[in-house]
C-alpha cells in the first residue's frame, strides 16, 4: 500500500522538479543574498551616521521589529525548502515557487482576455467585489445595530434571529442567493454582505446600548432628538464598539470571498486558486494564498487605523 | 396665596422593579423664589438626586408635580439646565464644542452665527476657561471639566440652575476654589439655583436657604433653615460668624442627632 502511494507522489511530480533545478538555484540565492544583507545593513547605520543618537535609535527599532521576524521566516523558508527540495515531495519548494511564478510576480497586470489577466486584476476584481458587499454590510449592519440598540422592542424581535442566522456559514448562503439573485455576481456580492453584517450589527447595538446614562442625560436636557442625536452622540459615542465590528467584518469579508469565488467564477482571486487548482499549478496557489494573506492584513490594518483615528478622541474620558 | 417661581408640590416617588416597589420619596413640598440659592442636603441614598431629577424632567414623579414660572415640568429642557456631579462632557468635543452643541441646539434660532460665538465665549469667560478652548475633556483637570459642565449649563440661560453634586468629585481646595467661583456668579447672574450636596459647609456658605431630607426610604423634608448671611460671604471671615455657625451646628444636629444615618444605609 504504502509503495504505491510513494510510487505515485514520485511519478507525478518529478519531471518539473528535474528540469528546473538550474532554475531553482539561480532565483534562490540573489533571496537569501538580500536576507544575508539586511542586518549588517542596518548595524553599520547606527554607529556612523553623524545624527548618531537619531541614527542609533532607529537603527535600534528596526533591529527590534525587523530582525525577529526575518529571522523566524529566513529559518520556515529553509525548513520549507528543505522539506520539498527532497525526491517525491507532493508540493513545490519555496525556489521552486518563485521560479514557477516568475511570470506571475514581474507582470501582475497583463491582461490576455477572459480569465487570463494578472494577478493584480485578480485582486482588485475581488477588492471590488468586497467593496460593494461590506459598504452594504457597514450601511445594513449599522442602521440594524442602532435599531436594536436603541430600541428593546426591536432587540427581543429581532435579536433571536440574529443570533440564530449569524451561525450560518457565509457559503450557505451561495445556492440561495444564486437561486435568488440568478445570476453570479451579485450572489458573491450578497454572500460578503451576509457574512460581514453580524459582527458589524452586533458591536453596534452593543456600543449603542452602552452609551453612558450621562451623555443621554445632556442630550434630552439640550432637547437632541432623532437625527441630530444620531449623528451628534450616538455615533461617537458608540465609535469604538461599531469599529471592532467594522474590523471582524472586513476580515470576515475577505474570508468569504475566496471561497465564494471558487464556485462562483469569473475573474477573483478564488477562482484564480480553483483554476490554478484545476491545472495542477501548485505553485501559483501558493503565491496567491501569500497575496491573500497581505491583502487581508492590509485590510484589517486600514481598517484599524481609520478606528483609530476616528476614536482618538472617544475612548478617554 | 401667591405662586412661587419654583414649586415642588405634593411629590411622591415610587420606583417599581417587577415585584418589588420602593418607596423613595413621599410628600414633598418645597416653594423656590425667583433667584434664590437652595441646597438640599440629606444622607447618601435619602433620594436627594432623584428630587433633582424630577425637577430637571429626567425622572417622572410617581405622584405631585413641579412647576417652574406657572407652567408644569413634564420633560427634561434647557430651562432647567443640569450640572452633572461627574461633568459629563462629551470626550470628544473640545472645551468649547462642548458649550457650543447646547448654545447652538437652545439658540440655533434666535441667536445669529456670530452671536452665538460670542455667548459660548463669554460663558467660558465667566468660568475662566477661555485659555483651554480647544483642549478635549482627558487634557485638563477635575476641576476645570466642572467650571465647563458650569459653563455649559449657564449657557442655556437657565430658569433654574440644577447643581447635582458638582464639587463631589473634586479635592477641598478645587473645591473651595469653585464654590467661590459660583457665588461670584450667582452675585452677577442672580439665577434661581437648586443644588444638591452632602457638604453641611458648602451648603452654609453658598445657600440662602438649606432643605434639609429625613432619611429613606419615603424620604421627606425634615426642615429648611434660612441662611441670613449678607453677600458676597468670605469663607475665612464666616470661620467665627456667629450666624454661620449657627446655622451650621443647625445643620449637624439635624443630619447627625434627628436623622442620623440608619447603619444599614450604603456609603
Known amino acids: 500500500m504504502s509503495s504505491t502511494i510513494h510510487l505515485r507522489a514520485v511519478s507525478s511530480k518529478p519531471t518539473p522538479e528535474s528540469s528546473t533545478t538550474p532554475l531553482e538555484s539561480g532565483a534562490g540565492s540573489p533571496a537569501s543574498q538580500i536576507a544575508a544583507a539586511t542586518p549588517p545593513e542596518d548595524a553599520p547605520a547606527a554607529s556612523t551616521g553623524p545624527e548618531k543618537n537619531l541614527a542609533s535609535r532607529v537603527g535600534e527599532a528596526l533591529l527590534h521589529h525587523l530582525l525577529p521576524p526575518i529571522i523566524v521566516l529566513t529559518l520556515l523558508l529553509g525548513i520549507w525548502e528543505i522539506l520539498c527540495s527532497q525526491p517525491g515531495s507532493s508540493l513545490p519548494s519555496f525556489t521552486q515557487v518563485l521560479s514557477d511564478t516568475r511570470e506571475l510576480i514581474l507582470n501582475p497586470f497583463y491582461n490576455n482576455g477572459g480569465n487570463d489577466v494578472g494577478l493584480g486584476w485578480q485582486i482588485l476584481a475581488s477588492l471590488e467585489r468586497v467593496a460593494y458587499g461590506y459598504s452594504l454590510a457597514v450601511i445594513g449592519g449599522i442602521a440594524l445595530g442602532v435599531l436594536i440598540g436603541q430600541f428593546s422592542w426591536a432587540m427581543k424581535g429581532l435579536d433571536p434571529i440574529f443570533q440564530v442566522l449569524r451561525t450560518v456559514p457565509p457559503l450557505a448562503w451561495l445556492p440561495l442567493s444564486l437561486a435568488g439573485f440568478q445570476d453570479s455576481h451579485p450572489s458573491a456580492i450578497f454572500v460578503i454582505f451576509i457574512t460581514a453584517i453580524w459582527p458589524i450589527i452586533i458591536n453596534t447595538s452593543v456600543g449603542v446600548r452602552n452609551i453612558p446614562e450621562d451623555y443621554r442625560n445632556v442630550a434630552r436636557v439640550i432637547r437632541l432628538k432623532g437625527v441630530r442625536y444620531f449623528w451628534k452622540i450616538m455615533l461617537p459615542a458608540a465609535a469604538p464598539y461599531i469599529f471592532s465590528g467594522l474590523r471582524i467584518g472586513v476580515g470576515l469579508s475577505w474570508l468569504a470571498i475566496v471561497a465564494a469565488e471558487m464556485l462562483v467564477g469569473g475573474v477573483g482571486i478564488g477562482f484564480f486558486i480553483w483554476d490554478a487548482w484545476n491545472s495542477s499549478l501548485i505553485s501559483d496557489i501558493i503565491l496567491a494564498l501569500i497575496y491573500v494573506g497581505i491583502v487581508g492584513f492590509i485590510l484589517d490594518r486600514m481598517v484599524a487605523y481609520l478606528g483609530r483615528v476616528v476614536t482618538r478622541s472617544t475612548s478617554a474620558s | ?197 452632602h457638604d453641611v459647609d458648602e451648603a452654609v456658605l453658598l445657600s440662602d436657604r438649606i432643605v434639609m431630607l429625613t432619611n429613606g426610604p419615603s424620604a421627606t423634608i425634615g426642615d429648611i433653615i434660612s441662611v441670613p448671611l449678607p453677600r458676597p460671604r468670605m469663607r475665612v471671615e464666616l470661620v467665627d460668624d456667629p450666624i454661620y455657625l449657627q446655622c451650621r451646628a443647625a445643620a449637624l444636629k439635624f443630619l447627625y442627632e434627628r436623622h442620623a444615618a440608619p447603619a444599614t444605609a450604603m456609603g
Not at chain 2, 416653594?31 to 442636603?41: A, H, N, P
Not at chain 2, 470626550?91 to 464644542?97: C, M, R, S
Not at chain 2, 459660548?120 to 485638563?140: C, D, F, G, S, Y
Request: glycine share 8%; charged share 25%.
Open chain 2, 1 to 197: 396665596m401667591t405662586a412661587s417661581y419654583l414649586q415642588i408640590e405634593n411629590v411622591d416617588m415610587t420606583f417599581t422593579k417587577g415585584q418589588k416597589s420602593s418607596n423613595v420619596l413621599r410628600n414633598i413640598n418645597l416653594k423656590v423664589e425667583r433667584g434664590e440659592f437652595i441646597s438640599l442636603i440629606g444622607h447618601s441614598g435619602c433620594g436627594k438626586s432623584t428630587v433633582l431629577n424630577i425637577v430637571a424632567g429626567l425622572l417622572k414623579a410617581s405622584g405631585g408635580g413641579v412647576i417652574l414660572d406657572g407652567k408644569e415640568v413634564n420633560e427634561p429642557g434647557p430651562d432647567r439646565s443640569v450640572v452633572f456631579q461627574n461633568h459629563s462632557l462629551l470626550p470628544w468635543l473640545t472645551v468649547y464644542e462642548n458649550v457650543a452643541l447646547a448654545v447652538e441646539e437652545v439658540f440655533g434660532r434666535s441667536k445669529s452665527k456670530a452671536e452665538r460665538h460670542d455667548w459660548i465665549l463669554k460663558n467660558l469667560e465667566l468660568v475662566h476657561m477661555t485659555h483651554a478652548l480647544h483642549k478635549r475633556p482627558a487634557e485638563i483637570s477635575g476641576g476645570m471639566k466642572q467650571r465647563v459642565g458650569i459653563a455649559r449649563a449657564l449657557a442655556m440661560e437657565p430658569k433654574v440652575l440644577l447643581l447635582d453634586e458638582p464639587f463631589g468629585a473634586l479635592d477641598a481646595l478645587t473645591r473651595a476654589k469653585l464654590q467661590d467661583e459660583v457665588m461670584r456668579i450667582q452675585i452677577e447672574l442672580q439665577n434661581t439655583v437648586l443644588m444638591i450636596t
